[in-house]
């Protein structure tokens, strides 16, 4: 089957940075959109940011210009480089893809297991 792991969070102070990283395994013909979203404890999950196949790519307003995503299509990953971070942004962040596990499949949404962003004052 897919998994996607996700790494790269931790602990930072406000205006420090961090790269999130998240592979698909298993089973995998294609990778379509690839994306990020967040939760913070008793919050809804936000969509933060998203790449199409395309190569398109979309932010979040609160994002823009600190956050960047992309994508490695050889190594099967997602990134999200986080600039200028601020305690607001302090949540679980989630990857998420649309993958075929085979050309003749329909696309399939597949989430990661979530890694914790916390930013200080």
């Known amino acids: 089957q897919v998994q996607l792991v996700e790494s790269g969070g931790g602990l930072v102070q406000a205006g420090g940075s961090l790269r999130l990283s998240c592979t698909a395994s298993?089973?995998?013909?294609?990778?379509?959109?690839m994306g990020w979203y967040r939760q913070a404890p008793g919050k809804q999950r936000e969509w933060v940011a998203g790449i199409t196949s395309a190569g398109t790519i979309n932010y979040t307003d609160s994002v823009k210009g600190r956050f960047a995503i992309s994508r490695d299509n050889a190594k099967n990953t997602v990134y999200l480089q986080m600039n200028s971070l601020k305690p607001e942004d302090t949540a679980v962040y989630y990857c998420?893809?649309?993958?075929?596990?085979?050309?003749?499949?329909?696309?399939?949404?597949?989430w990661g297991q979530g890694t914790q962003v916390t930013v200080s004052s």
């Open positions: 298993g089973t995998i013909f294609s990778i379509n959109a």
């Open positions: 998420n893809a649309d993958i075929k596990t085979r050309a003749y499949r329909s696309v399939y949404n597949y």
